[in-house]
Structure formats: structure tokens, C-alpha cells
């Protein structure tokens, strides 16, 4: 595969969408805000053949049209997309298979549910602001040292598995999300790996028990019948993938916001029952990702054609600011009350995860407001904050100055 500078220039971003072009990475918006408002739906022929829909209505119809629009490839790359790649139930899968394994699922992720995990979330929130309050408030970049602990440890206490795994799952999603989409081979040797790692604490929980996510599956059913173990695998392989990067790419979002916007900081720290709003807004406004499905059969979408076996993007950042369903939609709201945006997806694969990460970003943002209610970049930082290439988008560095 071509390393990414080597990859020809976007010229037109109607008829030649490249998400991994260096001015989309830098800072996509304009990007879909002239998609959105140019034509309804863009061509490219990279990738075998893809469409990007931008507009609300078109997002949504797609997202609810799972008899057309398959969800069994959402990550975009180099492979034709007869491809089955690794499935990874169920958001890779179409109903009536996906509402099955969606079902053996919600239990643990219920509002109720996930308030065993808000404490554990508060106690690795001021772990982490211990860390940063004992280097005397610099070099401290916020995305590295606070937003990226945070899903990443919950991720692996849900699992109950050791603390320090925490650094190699970074690793490996940098590979599969950053590099693997234009690196078959190191999609494929990355996904090896993660489900031998699987596999072994799945054989582990069956042996020793537990109290966990694994433990919790082991005793589920999908329509009378045990789950195997390869489903099992590829079961915890996404809740791996699902429940980190997206959310610590939430929190970075946010927090880099509040560093360049004072007037919102500042009105935070004074309005702390504001936060839940606050959380809302920044999700429409940075939504995290944003994914694909599949055309099953040659079709239409807002009166363009889309051949079977092509790509067709839901631009979800480009949906979240569409004039037609937001006021003033390029602007931070953060008490905006109609906030029904579309980050954690639409129709049946809405994020199984939502309330879990809601419920992280809100204790992140009291916690890190509380111990350093002044911070703002580094000086300079508008030069040096790096961000995440991929269908995954969030900042990987932000140097911050806390007082």
C-alpha cells in the first residue's frame, strides 16, 4: 500500500473525497460544510468506488435503510468490499442477526447499568490529575496524560484485565484505525493479534470466573443457543475498539475547546449543572467518528446514483451542523436545548456504548475543571496539536498550560 505521502493530492472534493488527504486531516469542516452545501452527495473512485452523504435527511435515510445500505463493512479501506473482513458482531452485522446480538448486550450497558462504572471513572480521572498536579502544571499534554487514560483504563477494568495492557491497546488502535485502512497487511497482523489476546482471557474467564464484561457474556444466550467462542472473540475485539478511541477523541475534543474558548470555560466553572449540555453540544459540534455502509443493490440517495458494492459514507460531522436542523450550527451552544444530534449514530447500530461514554466525558470534565479550572494552551499550540488520521478523528497532543 502507498504510505500516505505518497497518495495523490484531492483536487475536488466532489468527485475525489480522500479522508486521509493531509488538508482533510488537519481540519476537516470546511470539507463537509462544502459537501453539504455543493451537492448532496459526492463521488470519489478511490477505494474502490465511494459516496459521502452530508446532508441531515440523506444521513438518516441511509442509516435506516439497513435492507440497502449494509452494514457489514463500516470502516473504509483498500479492500473491494466483497470482502467480508473480519466481522465483528453486532455492529457488522444486519438485522434480525444484529438486533439478537445487540439484545444479549444492552443489559450491561443500560443507564442503570453503567453506574457501577462511574465511581471507577472518578477514582482514574484524579489518579490521573495526581500525575499532572505533581509536575507543577507543565509539559503536560491534556490529550495524552488525561482524555487518552481515561476510556482506555475503564476499558480495561470493564475486562478485568492489568492496568498496564492500557499502553499496547493505544498501539494497536493507532494500527488499525490510523494505519490499517490504507496497510491491509497490518490491519490483518494487528487483528491476529488482538484476537489471540482475546482469546486468552476469554479461556482464562472460563477456567477462573470473574467479574467482568467476559465473564458477563459467558453466560449469555443468542436465540437459545450459547455464544461461541470465535463470536465471543470478535465480540470483545470491537467493545475493545468501540469504547476507547471514539471517547478519549470526545473528551480531547472538549477539553481543547474549553482551552481556546474562555467564555465557555469560565461559564462552566461558575455553571457546573451546565456540564450534561455542554457534553451534548460538544458531541454535535466534534463528533469523534463517523462511518460507512454498503450498497447491497445498484440505487439512489438525494437523486444520485450509487452502484452496488460501493461505499457510502454517513458524514455525521457534516449532518450535526446542517442549517436545515440547527441554529447557528457552526457555533458552540453550550446550553443549546434541542440537541438531537446524530455522534452516536441513527436507526438500529446507534451506539451501544452511549450512555457509557456520556457518562465518561461528563465525570472527566467536573473533575478536570475542578483541579484546573484556568488552563489554556501552550503558547504556540495551535501549531503543535496533532490529530488522528482516519474515520476516527481526535486530537493526539495538546500541550496546555494549567494556571
Same mark, same amino acid.
Given at each position: 500500500?502507498?504510505? @500516505?505521502?505518497?497518495?495523490?493530492?484531492?483536487?475536488?472534493?466532489?468527485?475525489?473525497?480522500?479522508?486521509?488527504?493531509?488538508?482533510?486531516?488537519?481540519?476537516?469542516?470546511?470539507?463537509?460544510?462544502?459537501?453539504?452545501?455543493?451537492?448532496?452527495?459526492?463521488?470519489?473512485?478511490?477505494?474502490?468506488? &465511494? =459516496?459521502?452523504?452530508?446532508?441531515?435527511?440523506?444521513? !438518516?435515510?441511509?442509516?435506516?435503510?439497513?435492507?440497502?445500505?449494509?452494514?457489514?463493512?463500516?470502516?473504509?479501506?483498500?479492500?473491494?468490499?466483497?470482502?467480508?473482513?473480519?466481522? @465483528?458482531?453486532?455492529? =457488522?452485522?444486519?438485522?434480525?442477526?444484529?438486533?439478537?446480538?445487540?439484545?444479549?448486550?444492552?443489559?450491561?450497558? =443500560?443507564?442503570?447499568?453503567?453506574?457501577?462504572?462511574?465511581?471507577?471513572?472518578?477514582?482514574?480521572?484524579?489518579? $490521573?490529575?495526581?500525575? /499532572?498536579?505533581?509536575?507543577?502544571?507543565?509539559?503536560?499534554?491534556?490529550?495524552?496524560?488525561?482524555?487518552?487514560?481515561?476510556?482506555?483504563?475503564?476499558?480495561?477494568?470493564?475486562?478485568?484485565?492489568? @492496568?498496564? #495492557?492500557?499502553?499496547?491497546?493505544?498501539?494497536?488502535?493507532?494500527?488499525? &484505525?490510523?494505519?490499517?485502512?490504507?496497510? /491491509?497487511?497490518?490491519?490483518?497482523?494487528?487483528?491476529?493479534?488482538?484476537?489471540?489476546?482475546?482469546?486468552?482471557?476469554?479461556?482464562? %474467564?472460563?477456567? =477462573?470466573?470473574?467479574?467482568?464484561?467476559?465473564?458477563?457474556?459467558?453466560?449469555?444466550?443468542?436465540?437459545?443457543?450459547?455464544?461461541?467462542?470465535?463470536?465471543? /472473540?470478535?465480540?470483545?475485539? @470491537?467493545?475493545?475498539?468501540?469504547?476507547? #478511541?471514539?471517547?478519549?477523541?470526545?473528551? *480531547?475534543?472538549? &477539553?481543547?475547546?474549553?482551552?481556546?474558548?474562555?467564555?465557555?470555560?469560565?461559564?462552566?466553572? !461558575?455553571?457546573?449543572? &451546565?456540564? *450534561?449540555?455542554?457534553?451534548?453540544?460538544?458531541?454535535?459540534?466534534?463528533?469523534?467518528?463517523?462511518?460507512?455502509? +454498503? !450498497?447491497?443493490?445498484?440505487?439512489?440517495? !438525494?437523486?444520485?446514483? +450509487?452502484?452496488?458494492?460501493?461505499?457510502?459514507?454517513?458524514?455525521?460531522?457534516?449532518?450535526?451542523?446542517?442549517?436545515?436542523?440547527?441554529?447557528?450550527?457552526?457555533?458552540?451552544?453550550?446550553?443549546?436545548?434541542?440537541?438531537?444530534?446524530?455522534?452516536?449514530?441513527?436507526?438500529?447500530?446507534?451506539?451501544?456504548?452511549?450512555?457509557?461514554? %456520556?457518562?465518561?466525558?461528563?465525570?472527566?470534565?467536573?473533575?478536570?475543571?475542578?483541579?484546573?479550572?484556568?488552563?489554556?494552551?501552550?503558547?504556540? $499550540?495551535?501549531?503543535?496539536?496533532?490529530?488522528?488520521?482516519?474515520?476516527?478523528?481526535?486530537?493526539?497532543? /495538546?500541550?496546555?498550560?494549567?494556571?
Amino acid at each position: 500500500m502507498a504510505e @500516505l505521502k505518497d497518495r495523490p493530492p484531492v483536487e475536488d472534493w466532489a468527485t475525489d473525497f480522500d479522508h486521509f488527504d493531509p488538508a482533510f486531516i488537519a481540519d476537516p469542516v470546511p470539507v463537509w460544510n462544502e459537501l453539504r452545501e455543493r451537492c448532496p452527495v459526492a463521488h470519489s473512485e478511490r477505494y474502490n468506488g &465511494l =459516496n459521502v452523504v452530508t446532508r441531515w435527511e440523506d444521513v !438518516a435515510a441511509v442509516a435506516h435503510d439497513t435492507a440497502t445500505f449494509s452494514s457489514r463493512r463500516i470502516v473504509i479501506n483498500e479492500l473491494p468490499t466483497h470482502h467480508r473482513g473480519l466481522p @465483528l458482531p453486532p455492529i =457488522n452485522d444486519d438485522p434480525p442477526l444484529h438486533t439478537m446480538k445487540r439484545r444479549v448486550m444492552l443489559p450491561f450497558f =443500560n443507564p442503570i447499568a453503567i453506574k457501577r462504572w462511574e465511581e471507577p471513572v472518578r477514582e482514574i480521572c484524579r489518579r $490521573a490529575l495526581d500525575v /499532572i498536579d505533581q509536575r507543577g502544571g507543565t509539559d503536560v499534554d491534556l490529550a495524552v496524560d488525561y482524555a487518552q487514560v481515561i476510556p482506555a483504563e475503564l476499558t480495561a477494568i470493564m475486562l478485568g484485565v492489568k @492496568l498496564e #495492557d492500557v499502553p499496547q491497546f493505544r498501539v494497536w488502535l493507532h494500527d488499525l &484505525l490510523e494505519v490499517g485502512p490504507t496497510d /491491509i497487511e497490518v490491519a490483518r497482523e494487528t487483528s491476529r493479534i488482538m484476537q489471540e489476546y482475546m482469546a486468552e482471557l476469554l479461556a482464562d %474467564r472460563r477456567a =477462573n470466573g470473574g467479574d467482568d464484561l467476559v465473564t458477563y457474556l459467558l453466560g449469555q444466550t443468542i436465540d437459545g443457543e450459547e455464544i461461541s467462542d470465535a463470536e465471543m /472473540i470478535n465480540m470483545l475485539f @470491537l467493545l475493545l475498539i468501540a469504547g476507547i #478511541d471514539t471517547t478519549w477523541s470526545g473528551i *480531547g475534543f472538549s &477539553l481543547l475547546h474549553l482551552a481556546t474558548h474562555p467564555e465557555d470555560r469560565r461559564r462552566l466553572v !461558575a455553571e457546573p449543572a &451546565l456540564v *450534561g449540555s455542554a457534553v451534548e453540544e460538544f458531541l454535535r459540534l466534534y463528533p469523534p467518528v463517523w462511518v460507512a455502509r +454498503v !450498497a447491497q443493490h445498484d440505487t439512489e440517495v !438525494a437523486g444520485c446514483p +450509487v452502484a452496488q458494492g460501493e461505499w457510502v459514507v454517513l458524514g455525521i460531522p457534516a449532518a450535526n451542523r446542517d442549517p436545515e436542523v440547527y441554529e447557528d450550527p457552526d457555533e458552540a451552544h453550550i446550553d443549546r436545548e434541542r440537541n438531537l444530534h446524530a455522534s452516536f449514530g441513527l436507526g438500529v447500530h446507534r451506539c451501544l456504548g452511549s450512555n457509557l461514554a %456520556r457518562m465518561e466525558m461528563l465525570v472527566a470534565f467536573q473533575e478536570w475543571l475542578t483541579a484546573f479550572p484556568d488552563y489554556h494552551l501552550d503558547e504556540g $499550540a495551535r501549531g503543535v496539536t496533532t490529530w488522528a488520521n482516519g474515520q476516527v478523528r481526535g486530537p493526539r497532543s /495538546i500541550p496546555v498550560r494549567l494556571r
